[in-house]
Protein backbone atom coordinates (compact mmCIF):
# COMPACT_ATOMS: atom_id res chain seq x y z
CA UNK A 1 0.00 0.00 0.00
CA UNK A 2 1.55 3.40 -1.16
CA UNK A 3 1.14 5.67 1.70
CA UNK A 4 1.14 9.56 1.89
CA UNK A 5 3.10 11.24 4.97
CA UNK A 6 3.38 14.72 6.33
CA UNK A 7 7.04 16.51 5.77
CA UNK A 8 6.61 17.87 9.27
CA UNK A 9 5.71 13.91 10.55
CA UNK A 10 2.86 15.55 12.51
CA UNK A 11 -0.20 13.08 11.03
CA UNK A 12 -1.00 9.72 10.99
CA UNK A 13 -0.07 7.91 6.93
CA UNK A 14 -2.92 8.26 4.44
CA UNK A 15 -4.03 7.00 1.53
CA UNK A 16 -4.02 8.56 -1.91
CA UNK A 17 -7.64 9.85 -1.65
CA UNK A 18 -7.09 10.96 1.53
CA UNK A 19 -4.25 13.01 0.79
CA UNK A 20 -5.36 14.78 -2.36
CA UNK A 21 -8.81 15.71 -0.60
CA UNK A 22 -7.08 17.04 2.21
CA UNK A 23 -4.64 18.96 0.88
CA UNK A 24 -2.34 19.81 3.41
CA UNK A 25 -1.72 17.23 6.29
CA UNK A 26 -3.57 17.80 9.59
CA UNK A 27 -0.09 19.30 11.23
CA UNK A 28 -0.10 21.90 8.24
CA UNK A 29 2.84 19.77 6.41
CA UNK A 30 2.57 18.80 2.95
CA UNK A 31 1.78 15.43 1.86
CA UNK A 32 4.74 13.48 0.60
CA UNK A 33 4.86 9.91 -0.77
CA UNK A 34 6.26 7.73 1.99
CA UNK A 35 8.16 5.97 -0.73
CA UNK A 36 9.30 7.85 -4.43
CA UNK A 37 9.23 4.77 -6.46
CA UNK A 38 12.58 3.16 -8.60
CA UNK A 39 12.43 2.97 -12.33
CA UNK A 40 15.26 0.72 -14.10
CA UNK A 41 16.43 1.57 -17.08
CA UNK A 42 15.22 -1.53 -18.09
CA UNK A 43 11.43 -0.07 -17.85
CA UNK A 44 12.59 3.22 -19.13
CA UNK A 45 13.64 1.72 -22.32
CA UNK A 46 10.25 -0.15 -22.33
CA UNK A 47 8.57 3.17 -22.00
CA UNK A 48 10.66 4.86 -24.40
CA UNK A 49 7.70 5.19 -27.47
CA UNK A 50 4.61 5.44 -25.27
CA UNK A 51 2.38 8.27 -25.94
CA UNK A 52 1.91 10.64 -23.14
CA UNK A 53 -1.33 9.37 -22.01
CA UNK A 54 0.00 5.77 -22.27
CA UNK A 55 3.26 6.67 -20.32
CA UNK A 56 0.97 8.73 -17.53
CA UNK A 57 -0.89 5.72 -16.97
CA UNK A 58 2.18 4.06 -15.95
CA UNK A 59 3.55 6.07 -13.95
CA UNK A 60 0.80 7.54 -12.17
CA UNK A 61 0.14 3.17 -11.27
CA UNK A 62 3.23 3.58 -9.36
CA UNK A 63 1.65 5.90 -6.68
CA UNK A 64 -1.55 5.53 -6.81
CA UNK A 65 -3.07 1.63 -5.38
CA UNK A 66 -5.53 -0.20 -7.61
CA UNK A 67 -7.49 -0.43 -4.73
CA UNK A 68 -8.20 3.49 -4.48
CA UNK A 69 -8.58 3.90 -8.03
CA UNK A 70 -8.98 0.57 -10.37
CA UNK A 71 -7.47 0.39 -13.72
CA UNK A 72 -10.06 1.51 -16.24
CA UNK A 73 -11.12 3.93 -13.84
CA UNK A 74 -7.36 5.34 -14.04
CA UNK A 75 -7.36 5.04 -17.63
CA UNK A 76 -10.95 7.16 -18.35
CA UNK A 77 -9.39 9.85 -15.65
CA UNK A 78 -6.62 10.27 -17.56
CA UNK A 79 -7.74 10.41 -21.17
CA UNK A 80 -10.51 12.73 -20.28
CA UNK A 81 -7.92 14.62 -18.79
CA UNK A 82 -5.84 15.60 -21.92
CA UNK A 83 -9.15 15.49 -24.41
CA UNK A 84 -9.11 19.39 -24.73
CA UNK A 85 -5.19 19.49 -25.65
CA UNK A 86 -4.97 20.99 -28.92
CA UNK A 87 -1.83 19.08 -29.92
CA UNK A 88 -1.86 15.41 -30.67
CA UNK A 89 1.40 14.70 -28.46
CA UNK A 90 0.26 16.38 -25.32
CA UNK A 91 3.77 18.16 -24.56
CA UNK A 92 5.42 18.36 -27.82
CA UNK A 93 8.89 18.37 -27.76
CA UNK A 94 10.78 19.99 -30.79
CA UNK A 95 14.67 21.72 -31.45
CA UNK A 96 15.39 25.26 -31.34
CA UNK A 97 17.29 25.87 -33.90
CA UNK A 98 19.88 23.86 -36.00
CA UNK A 99 22.60 23.44 -33.06
CA UNK A 100 20.83 20.05 -31.89
CA UNK A 101 21.86 21.39 -28.27
CA UNK A 102 18.76 23.38 -26.98
CA UNK A 103 15.54 21.81 -27.00
CA UNK A 104 11.48 22.82 -26.31
CA UNK A 105 9.26 21.50 -24.70
CA UNK A 106 5.44 23.19 -25.46
CA UNK A 107 3.66 22.44 -22.54
CA UNK A 108 0.92 24.96 -23.44
CA UNK A 109 -1.52 23.41 -25.93
CA UNK A 110 -4.43 22.96 -23.07
CA UNK A 111 -7.11 24.75 -22.68
CA UNK A 112 -5.96 28.14 -20.99
CA UNK A 113 -2.24 28.28 -22.39
CA UNK A 114 0.18 27.52 -19.66
CA UNK A 115 1.61 24.23 -18.51
CA UNK A 116 -0.80 24.70 -14.95
CA UNK A 117 -3.31 22.92 -17.22
CA UNK A 118 -1.28 19.59 -17.53
CA UNK A 119 -1.98 18.45 -13.88
CA UNK A 120 -4.58 20.62 -13.21
CA UNK A 121 -7.38 19.05 -15.72
CA UNK A 122 -6.24 15.61 -14.31
CA UNK A 123 -6.44 16.68 -10.40
CA UNK A 124 -9.80 18.47 -10.89
CA UNK A 125 -11.21 15.17 -12.94
CA UNK A 126 -9.82 13.14 -9.48
CA UNK A 127 -11.21 14.97 -7.28
CA UNK A 128 -14.74 15.00 -8.24
CA UNK A 129 -14.21 11.11 -8.96
CA UNK A 130 -13.26 10.50 -5.49
CA UNK A 131 -16.47 13.08 -4.53
CA UNK A 132 -19.04 11.44 -6.45
CA UNK A 133 -18.09 8.26 -5.21
CA UNK A 134 -18.55 9.71 -1.47
CA UNK A 135 -21.45 11.47 -2.30
CA UNK A 136 -19.84 14.84 -1.20
CA UNK A 137 -19.36 18.28 -2.04
CA UNK A 138 -16.31 19.96 -1.96
CA UNK A 139 -15.25 23.99 -2.31
CA UNK A 140 -11.61 24.41 -3.87
CA UNK A 141 -9.71 27.41 -3.48
CA UNK A 142 -6.77 28.66 -5.26
CA UNK A 143 -4.27 31.57 -4.99
CA UNK A 144 -2.80 32.26 -8.14
CA UNK A 145 0.19 34.23 -10.03
CA UNK A 146 -1.86 33.99 -13.13
CA UNK A 147 -1.72 30.33 -14.57
CA UNK A 148 -3.03 28.06 -11.66
CA UNK A 149 -6.26 29.95 -11.24
CA UNK A 150 -7.24 29.73 -15.20
CA UNK A 151 -6.17 26.36 -15.42
CA UNK A 152 -8.22 25.47 -12.16
CA UNK A 153 -11.35 27.96 -13.17
CA UNK A 154 -11.42 26.36 -16.86
CA UNK A 155 -10.90 22.42 -15.29
CA UNK A 156 -14.06 22.93 -12.42
CA UNK A 157 -16.43 24.20 -15.05
CA UNK A 158 -19.44 22.13 -14.71
CA UNK A 159 -18.50 19.50 -12.13
CA UNK A 160 -21.07 18.93 -9.74
CA UNK A 161 -19.17 18.26 -6.94
CA UNK A 162 -17.08 21.12 -6.74
CA UNK A 163 -17.82 24.85 -5.91
CA UNK A 164 -13.76 26.81 -6.95
CA UNK A 165 -12.82 30.43 -5.56
CA UNK A 166 -9.99 31.53 -7.35
CA UNK A 167 -8.06 34.41 -6.12
CA UNK A 168 -5.97 36.81 -7.74
CA UNK A 169 -3.59 40.04 -7.64
CA UNK A 170 -5.50 42.05 -10.21
CA UNK A 171 -1.95 44.57 -11.18
CA UNK A 172 0.22 41.66 -11.31
CA UNK A 173 -1.24 39.48 -13.88
CA UNK A 174 -2.11 39.97 -17.43
CA UNK A 175 -5.89 41.11 -18.68
CA UNK A 176 -5.72 37.94 -20.60
CA UNK A 177 -5.24 35.75 -17.88
CA UNK A 178 -8.16 37.61 -15.72
CA UNK A 179 -10.22 37.10 -18.32
CA UNK A 180 -9.65 33.30 -18.53
CA UNK A 181 -11.29 33.34 -14.89
CA UNK A 182 -13.73 36.30 -15.02
CA UNK A 183 -15.14 35.46 -18.62
CA UNK A 184 -16.29 31.80 -17.15
CA UNK A 185 -20.34 32.06 -16.91
CA UNK A 186 -20.65 28.12 -14.62
CA UNK A 187 -22.16 29.13 -11.63
CA UNK A 188 -19.89 26.83 -9.46
CA UNK A 189 -16.75 29.17 -10.64
CA UNK A 190 -15.68 32.33 -8.61
CA UNK A 191 -13.18 34.71 -9.58
CA UNK A 192 -12.15 37.23 -6.60
CA UNK A 193 -10.06 40.24 -7.22
CA UNK A 194 -7.78 41.09 -4.33
CA UNK A 195 -6.35 44.90 -5.28
CA UNK A 196 -2.86 46.20 -3.59
CA UNK A 197 -1.27 43.04 -2.26
CA UNK A 198 2.08 44.04 -1.04
CA UNK A 199 3.43 40.35 -1.98
CA UNK A 200 1.13 39.74 -4.78
CA UNK A 201 -0.23 35.79 -5.08
CA UNK A 202 2.24 34.72 -1.85
CA UNK A 203 -0.23 37.05 0.22
CA UNK A 204 -3.01 35.01 -1.73
CA UNK A 205 -1.80 32.10 -0.37
CA UNK A 206 -1.92 33.35 2.85
CA UNK A 207 -4.92 34.18 3.16
CA UNK A 208 -6.08 30.23 1.77
CA UNK A 209 -3.86 29.31 4.58
CA UNK A 210 -5.39 30.87 7.36
CA UNK A 211 -9.09 29.77 5.81
CA UNK A 212 -7.51 26.42 5.94
CA UNK A 213 -6.01 27.18 9.40
CA UNK A 214 -9.94 28.38 10.74
CA UNK A 215 -11.49 25.20 11.70
CA UNK A 216 -14.69 26.13 12.02
CA UNK A 217 -14.55 27.72 8.59
CA UNK A 218 -12.78 24.96 6.78
CA UNK A 219 -15.55 22.34 8.05
CA UNK A 220 -18.37 24.26 7.28
CA UNK A 221 -17.37 24.76 3.57
CA UNK A 222 -15.86 21.11 3.24
CA UNK A 223 -12.49 23.27 2.04
CA UNK A 224 -9.35 21.77 0.17
CA UNK A 225 -6.92 23.36 -2.13
CA UNK A 226 -6.03 22.31 -5.90
CA UNK A 227 -2.39 24.72 -5.66
CA UNK A 228 0.61 22.91 -6.11
CA UNK A 229 0.43 22.26 -2.29
CA UNK A 230 -1.32 19.67 -3.60
CA UNK A 231 0.66 16.05 -3.79
CA UNK A 232 -1.17 15.11 -7.05
CA UNK A 233 -0.21 18.38 -8.84
CA UNK A 234 3.02 17.82 -8.30
CA UNK A 235 2.97 14.01 -8.72
CA UNK A 236 1.24 14.63 -12.34
CA UNK A 237 3.99 17.39 -13.15
CA UNK A 238 6.95 13.80 -12.94
CA UNK A 239 4.79 12.65 -16.45
CA UNK A 240 6.47 14.92 -18.16
CA UNK A 241 9.96 15.21 -17.39
CA UNK A 242 9.86 11.46 -18.46
CA UNK A 243 8.29 11.70 -21.89
CA UNK A 244 10.52 15.19 -22.43
CA UNK A 245 13.28 13.20 -21.66
CA UNK A 246 12.35 9.89 -24.34
CA UNK A 247 11.29 12.85 -27.00
CA UNK A 248 14.85 14.58 -27.17
CA UNK A 249 17.90 11.70 -26.26
CA UNK A 250 19.20 9.63 -28.75
CA UNK A 251 19.22 6.83 -26.37
CA UNK A 252 17.95 5.53 -23.19
CA UNK A 253 20.78 6.37 -20.12
CA UNK A 254 21.95 9.50 -21.39
CA UNK A 255 21.90 12.30 -19.33
CA UNK A 256 19.67 15.43 -20.32
CA UNK A 257 19.82 18.87 -18.33
CA UNK A 258 16.84 20.60 -17.73
CA UNK A 259 16.04 24.31 -18.01
CA UNK A 260 13.02 24.89 -15.89
CA UNK A 261 11.12 28.74 -15.05
CA UNK A 262 11.03 28.95 -11.66
CA UNK A 263 8.26 30.34 -9.26
CA UNK A 264 6.51 28.30 -6.49
CA UNK A 265 9.25 25.29 -7.21
CA UNK A 266 5.86 22.63 -8.00
CA UNK A 267 7.68 22.52 -11.40
CA UNK A 268 11.09 21.48 -10.83
CA UNK A 269 10.52 19.90 -7.72
CA UNK A 270 8.54 16.90 -9.58
CA UNK A 271 11.38 17.12 -11.95
CA UNK A 272 13.87 16.32 -9.10
CA UNK A 273 11.31 13.76 -7.57
CA UNK A 274 11.59 12.15 -11.41
CA UNK A 275 15.19 12.09 -10.99
CA UNK A 276 15.29 10.55 -7.46
CA UNK A 277 12.41 7.91 -9.52
CA UNK A 278 15.60 7.18 -11.96
CA UNK A 279 15.50 9.82 -14.94
CA UNK A 280 18.97 10.45 -16.08
CA UNK A 281 18.99 14.22 -15.46
CA UNK A 282 22.59 15.81 -16.08
CA UNK A 283 21.50 19.31 -13.84
CA UNK A 284 18.77 21.24 -13.54
CA UNK A 285 18.73 24.84 -14.23
CA UNK A 286 16.94 26.62 -11.69
CA UNK A 287 15.93 29.48 -14.14
CA UNK A 288 14.83 32.82 -11.69
CA UNK A 289 13.51 35.92 -13.15
CA UNK A 290 14.52 39.70 -10.85
CA UNK A 291 12.91 37.31 -7.42
CA UNK A 292 15.90 35.67 -6.87
CA UNK A 293 14.75 33.79 -3.65
CA UNK A 294 15.18 30.26 -5.09
CA UNK A 295 18.93 31.48 -7.25
CA UNK A 296 19.99 32.37 -3.59
CA UNK A 297 18.76 29.05 -2.17
CA UNK A 298 20.81 27.02 -4.14
CA UNK A 299 24.12 29.25 -5.21
CA UNK A 300 24.10 30.58 -1.22
CA UNK A 301 22.23 28.46 1.02
CA UNK A 302 20.21 30.93 2.47
CA UNK A 303 16.39 30.87 1.72
CA UNK A 304 14.53 34.36 2.70
CA UNK A 305 12.00 35.98 1.86
CA UNK A 306 12.64 39.08 0.01
CA UNK A 307 10.37 41.91 -1.16
CA UNK A 308 8.12 41.16 -4.89
CA UNK A 309 9.71 42.67 -8.21
CA UNK A 310 7.56 43.03 -10.78
CA UNK A 311 9.10 41.55 -13.73
CA UNK A 312 8.05 40.70 -17.71
CA UNK A 313 7.54 36.80 -16.91
CA UNK A 314 5.19 38.07 -13.86
CA UNK A 315 3.34 34.30 -13.23
CA UNK A 316 6.61 33.84 -11.86
CA UNK A 317 6.70 36.79 -9.64
CA UNK A 318 7.05 34.77 -6.08
CA UNK A 319 8.41 35.29 -3.17
CA UNK A 320 8.08 32.24 -0.88
CA UNK A 321 8.89 28.80 -3.16
CA UNK A 322 6.31 26.46 -1.24
CA UNK A 323 7.06 23.52 -3.03
CA UNK A 324 11.22 24.00 -2.15
CA UNK A 325 10.35 22.07 1.18
CA UNK A 326 9.37 19.36 -0.53
CA UNK A 327 12.67 19.20 -2.74
CA UNK A 328 14.47 19.67 0.45
CA UNK A 329 12.74 16.57 1.97
CA UNK A 330 14.12 14.32 -0.20
CA UNK A 331 16.99 15.68 -0.72
CA UNK A 332 18.07 15.81 2.66
CA UNK A 333 17.65 12.02 3.93
CA UNK A 334 13.80 12.63 4.24
CA UNK A 335 13.97 13.89 8.21
CA UNK A 336 10.56 15.49 9.33
CA UNK A 337 12.30 16.35 12.59
CA UNK A 338 14.77 19.04 10.91
CA UNK A 339 12.02 19.59 8.48
CA UNK A 340 9.82 21.18 11.54
CA UNK A 341 12.97 23.06 12.69
CA UNK A 342 13.93 24.70 9.43
CA UNK A 343 10.00 25.78 8.51
CA UNK A 344 9.35 26.85 12.43
CA UNK A 345 12.51 29.33 11.98
CA UNK A 346 11.34 30.60 8.55
CA UNK A 347 7.89 31.24 10.25
CA UNK A 348 9.82 33.08 12.86
CA UNK A 349 12.53 35.23 11.08
CA UNK A 350 11.00 34.76 7.49
CA UNK A 351 14.99 33.06 6.74
CA UNK A 352 16.82 29.97 7.34
CA UNK A 353 20.70 29.80 6.24
CA UNK A 354 21.56 26.38 6.08
CA UNK A 355 24.81 24.43 7.05
CA UNK A 356 27.31 23.35 4.45
CA UNK A 357 26.26 19.67 4.57
CA UNK A 358 22.44 20.46 3.94
CA UNK A 359 23.48 23.12 0.99
CA UNK A 360 25.79 20.66 -0.49
CA UNK A 361 23.05 17.73 -0.50
CA UNK A 362 19.90 20.65 -1.64
CA UNK A 363 22.05 21.94 -4.94
CA UNK A 364 22.95 18.45 -5.75
CA UNK A 365 22.92 18.76 -9.81
CA UNK A 366 21.23 21.76 -9.77
CA UNK A 367 22.84 24.96 -10.77
CA UNK A 368 20.74 28.65 -10.74
CA UNK A 369 20.70 32.21 -12.25
CA UNK A 370 18.95 35.08 -12.49
CA UNK A 371 17.63 36.32 -15.70
CA UNK A 372 17.05 40.83 -15.93
CA UNK A 373 14.11 41.95 -17.39
CA UNK A 374 15.78 43.21 -20.46
CA UNK A 375 17.82 40.02 -20.56
CA UNK A 376 14.06 38.23 -20.89
CA UNK A 377 12.92 40.94 -23.49
CA UNK A 378 15.84 40.84 -25.26
CA UNK A 379 16.05 36.39 -25.49
CA UNK A 380 12.08 36.76 -26.92
CA UNK A 381 13.75 39.25 -29.81
CA UNK A 382 16.56 37.12 -30.43
CA UNK A 383 14.94 34.28 -30.54
CA UNK A 384 11.91 35.39 -33.06
CA UNK A 385 14.74 36.73 -35.50
CA UNK A 386 17.14 34.09 -35.58
CA UNK A 387 14.66 31.19 -35.14
CA UNK A 388 11.29 32.45 -36.17
CA UNK A 389 10.11 30.91 -32.82
CA UNK A 390 8.13 33.06 -30.52
CA UNK A 391 9.08 32.48 -26.74
CA UNK A 392 6.62 33.44 -24.15
CA UNK A 393 8.63 35.60 -20.99
CA UNK A 394 8.36 32.49 -18.77
CA UNK A 395 10.31 30.54 -21.85
CA UNK A 396 12.43 33.10 -22.25
CA UNK A 397 13.55 33.25 -18.66
CA UNK A 398 15.02 29.43 -19.41
CA UNK A 399 16.11 29.68 -22.60
CA UNK A 400 18.50 32.51 -21.61
CA UNK A 401 19.29 30.57 -18.61
CA UNK A 402 20.43 27.43 -20.20
CA UNK A 403 22.23 29.24 -23.00
CA UNK A 404 24.18 30.77 -19.56
CA UNK A 405 24.70 27.41 -17.89
CA UNK A 406 24.71 24.23 -20.48
CA UNK A 407 27.78 22.17 -19.87
CA UNK A 408 31.11 23.23 -22.71
CA UNK A 409 32.04 21.16 -24.41
CA UNK A 410 28.51 20.62 -25.25
CA UNK A 411 28.09 16.63 -24.86
CA UNK A 412 24.94 16.91 -23.28
CA UNK A 413 21.60 18.52 -24.62
CA UNK A 414 19.08 20.62 -22.79
CA UNK A 415 15.16 20.41 -22.53
CA UNK A 416 13.72 24.24 -21.63
CA UNK A 417 10.54 23.73 -20.55
CA UNK A 418 7.80 26.96 -22.27
CA UNK A 419 5.64 26.91 -19.57
CA UNK A 420 3.00 29.11 -21.30
CA UNK A 421 1.74 30.37 -24.84
CA UNK A 422 2.82 33.38 -25.84
CA UNK A 423 -0.82 35.14 -26.21
CA UNK A 424 -1.06 35.67 -22.78
CA UNK A 425 1.44 37.54 -22.52
CA UNK A 426 0.79 40.68 -25.31
CA UNK A 427 2.15 43.47 -23.65
CA UNK A 428 5.28 41.78 -23.24
CA UNK A 429 5.53 40.67 -26.64
CA UNK A 430 4.89 44.12 -28.23
CA UNK A 431 7.60 45.80 -25.89
CA UNK A 432 10.18 43.04 -26.94
CA UNK A 433 9.46 42.54 -30.67
CA UNK A 434 7.29 46.40 -31.29
CA UNK A 435 4.53 44.41 -32.83
CA UNK A 436 2.83 41.35 -32.23
CA UNK A 437 3.51 38.23 -34.73
CA UNK A 438 0.75 36.12 -35.80
CA UNK A 439 2.17 33.40 -33.38
CA UNK A 440 1.68 35.62 -30.47
CA UNK A 441 -2.29 35.39 -30.63
CA UNK A 442 -4.54 32.84 -30.04
CA UNK A 443 -8.55 32.26 -30.79
CA UNK A 444 -9.58 31.64 -27.11
CA UNK A 445 -7.93 34.51 -26.04
CA UNK A 446 -9.49 36.69 -28.81
CA UNK A 447 -12.81 35.56 -27.94
CA UNK A 448 -12.42 36.18 -24.48
CA UNK A 449 -12.43 39.92 -25.42
CA UNK A 450 -16.31 39.82 -25.85
CA UNK A 451 -17.29 38.34 -23.55
CA UNK A 452 -18.90 39.89 -19.78
CA UNK A 453 -17.07 39.56 -16.57
CA UNK A 454 -18.09 38.35 -13.34
CA UNK A 455 -15.80 39.21 -10.90
CA UNK A 456 -16.26 39.97 -6.60
CA UNK A 457 -13.42 42.74 -5.76
CA UNK A 458 -12.02 43.32 -2.63
CA UNK A 459 -8.61 45.45 -1.15
CA UNK A 460 -5.99 44.09 0.50
CA UNK A 461 -7.11 44.86 3.92
CA UNK A 462 -10.35 43.76 3.96
CA UNK A 463 -9.86 40.49 2.14
CA UNK A 464 -10.04 38.48 4.89
CA UNK A 465 -13.91 39.43 6.00
CA UNK A 466 -14.76 40.14 2.63
CA UNK A 467 -13.82 36.68 1.01
CA UNK A 468 -15.58 34.58 4.08
CA UNK A 469 -18.25 36.57 3.42
CA UNK A 470 -18.86 35.85 0.04
CA UNK A 471 -18.06 32.60 0.04
CA UNK A 472 -20.67 32.09 2.80
CA UNK A 473 -23.35 33.70 0.73
CA UNK A 474 -22.37 34.12 -3.08
CA UNK A 475 -24.36 37.01 -4.95
CA UNK A 476 -23.05 36.24 -8.59
C1 LIG B 1 4.02 30.38 -17.09
C2 LIG B 1 4.60 29.86 -15.82
N1 LIG B 1 5.87 29.44 -15.82
C3 LIG B 1 6.47 28.96 -14.73
C4 LIG B 1 5.78 28.91 -13.52
C5 LIG B 1 6.51 28.38 -12.33
O1 LIG B 1 6.06 27.14 -11.93
P1 LIG B 1 6.24 26.69 -10.41
O2 LIG B 1 5.41 27.64 -9.60
O3 LIG B 1 5.74 25.32 -10.37
O4 LIG B 1 7.69 26.85 -10.11
C6 LIG B 1 4.45 29.35 -13.46
C7 LIG B 1 3.67 29.35 -12.21
O5 LIG B 1 3.96 29.74 -11.18
C8 LIG B 1 3.84 29.81 -14.64
O6 LIG B 1 2.57 30.20 -14.63
Redesign the pocket.
Known sequence: MTQYISITGGASPVDFETAILSGRAPDNGLYVAEQLPKISIDQLIAWKSMTYTELTFEILSLFIDRSVISEQDLRELIENSFKSFSHPDVVPVDALGSNGDIFIQELFHGPTL???DVAMGFVVNLFNFFLKRKGERMTIMAAT????GPAAANACIGKETLDAWILYPPELITEEQVRQMTCITAPNVHAVSVAGCPDGSDDLEQLVADLFADKKFKAELNLSSVN?INWARVMMQTVHYFYGYFRTVDQVGEQLDFAV????????CAGSMARKMGLPVGKFIVATNENVCLQRVFEEGVFAKLPIVKTP?S??D?TI?L?FWRHLYYATGENPEKMKQWIGDFDKNGKVVFDSETHQALRDGFVSTSISNEETLATIKQVYEVEDYLL?P?AAVAVRAAKRLKSEPDKVKTLCLA??HPAKFPDVIAEALGFIPDKGRHASIEAAKQLKERIYSFDFEDMHKGVRQVMRNPAN
Do not use: E, Y
Open positions: SFKSGDTSPCGAFGNLSAIIPNDHTA
